[in-house]
């Protein structure tokens, strides 16, 4: 079981009557300062002066006011590598380091699902062919250190604008079942004229895979019978990402 965050405890009992109530009061933790210092940085100059843990020191800050986060958040980087792998690990994963728990685990998962939010509000409403970068910096933040294969696909109306973004497999660390029946059929019930397909490799490495160009054919295969446009297949990693398209591996 994972270790219980450490927050705000209830409120103490009433002192017994006739205790003294000039008492004097607790010492600050020796942290106390140094978060409200995190704080004022940021609100100074943005994020740009902050180090990657004392980032997730804040945003750990929320779920653990009784506790000095830095260790913790150092830890997270050192057992996952990058920020980017933090926010993307598993939340089994988050809750097994030292100091984490539920309710950190938690705020993990909610700041990454903001990032990817954002990132995916930069082209949602635009050509999804005019704004390729951020297309590729949604879909590497959503996916590229999921520790399991993922396949997403953004479903497009006929003036490419994004109608739909669902990931419809999940599967184990090397495979994700794909069925090209259910990717038309979902295409067909959302109205969509156009698809891209996207999926990670949890290895790192986003070199596609002979499944991985055979799957692809046999979409676009039953994509073209109903008049569907594949436009691409991206397969995004920790290293990077690969277009198929772009490769040559599609017709």
């Given at each position: 079981?994972?270790?219980?965050?450490?927050?705000?405890?209830?409120?103490?009992?009433?002192?017994?009557?006739?205790?003294e109530e000039s008492a004097a009061p607790s010492p600050k933790p020796h942290y106390h300062g140094h978060r409200e210092r995190l704080r004022q940085r940021l609100l100074k100059g943005g994020t740009d002066p902050l180090e990657d843990y004392e980032l997730l020191e804040l945003v750990l800050q929320a779920a653990q006011t009784r506790r000095d986060t830095k260790p913790i958040a150092k830890e997270l980087l050192k057992r996952f590598g990058t920020l980017g792998g933090v926010l993307g690990a598993s939340h089994?994963?988050?809750?097994?380091?030292?100091?984490?728990?539920?309710?950190?685990?938690?705020?993990?998962?909610?700041?990454?699902?903001?990032?990817?939010?954002?990132?995916?509000?930069?082209?949602?409403?635009?050509?999804?062919?005019?704004?390729?970068?951020?297309?590729?910096?949604?879909?590497?933040?959503?996916?590229?250190?999921?520790?399991?294969?993922?396949?997403?696909?953004?479903?497009?109306?006929?003036?490419?604008?994004?109608?739909?973004?669902?990931?419809?497999?999940?599967?184990?660390?090397?495979?994700?079942?794909?069925?090209?029946?259910?990717?038309?059929?979902?295409?067909?019930?959302?109205?969509?004229?156009?698809?891209?397909?996207?999926?990670?490799?949890?290895?790192?490495?986003?070199?596609?895979?002979?499944?991985?160009?055979?799957?692809?054919?046999?979409?676009?295969?039953?994509?073209?019978?109903?008049?569907?446009?594949?436009?691409?297949?991206?397969?995004?990693?920790?290293?990077?990402?690969?277009?198929?398209?772009?490769?040559?591996?599609?017709?």
């Open positions: 079981m994972a270790p219980a965050d450490t927050s705000d405890p209830a409120p103490a009992a009433p002192p017994p009557k006739g205790a089994e994963a988050l809750c097994k380091v030292p100091g984490m728990g539920e309710v950190s685990a938690v705020q993990i998962k909610a700041t990454h699902a903001v990032v990817a939010r954002m990132l995916r509000e930069e082209f949602e409403k635009k050509p999804v062919l005019s704004s390729w970068k951020q297309v590729l910096a949604y879909v590497k933040t959503a996916m590229a250190h999921a520790p399991t294969e993922q396949f997403r696909i953004l479903f497009l109306d006929k003036k490419n604008v994004l109608i739909k973004d669902e990931v419809q497999q999940r599967g184990t660390v090397d495979h994700a079942p794909v069925y090209p029946r259910e990717v038309v059929k979902r295409a067909l019930e959302l109205h969509a004229s156009a698809l891209i397909l996207v999926h990670n490799h949890p290895s790192g490495d986003p070199t596609p895979s002979r499944s991985d160009v055979e799957m692809t054919k046999e979409i676009q295969k039953a994509a073209s019978a109903l008049g569907l446009v594949v436009h691409d297949h991206i397969v995004v990693g920790r290293d990077g990402h690969a277009s198929l398209r772009t490769l040559g591996l599609m017709s």
